[in-house]
């Protein structure tokens, strides 16, 4: 049996499109920070009071920490796996209020869950890479 010492090259370029997903997140969160809620419809407007400061901070820290995991990842660091599952509870804690506690699904439908469950299904893969990476002693 052939032991490999690093990930297979199909695996890091997974971790690479999933670095560039991380940063796509970190400019979505940039985005909500400055936009102006007067462009917004009145809809949207009352939504977004329903989300406190708190909420920001952890979604901050889901991108933030999702991007720092991941790029630790493609540098093989063990202490990205910690990160990254910090940055998972971030990502459910977030969608979790998000979707039931500000109720987006009741406001805009269920079709809003689509994305929100796509987040969540690729932070859970990161949080398995990372578990992979370890068992298989890629990390340096």
Known sequence: ??????????????????????????FAFVYDLILDPNTLDEIRQNFRTNFPLWTKIVYGLAVGLGSLGTFGLFRLKSWSKGVLAISLLCVIIQMYH???????????????????????????????IAQLYGRKGWFI
Do not use: C, D, H, R
């Open 1 to 26: 049996m052939k032991t490999e010492l690093k990930p297979p090259q199909w695996l890091q370029i997974s971790v690479i499109l999933l670095f560039i997903w991380n940063l796509v997140g970190i």
């Open 98 to 128: 998000s979707m039931f506690i500000a109720g987006a699904i009741e406001i805009f439908g269920a079709s809003i869950a689509i994305l929100p469950a796509v987040v969540v299904i690729l932070s859970l893969t990161l949080v398995w």
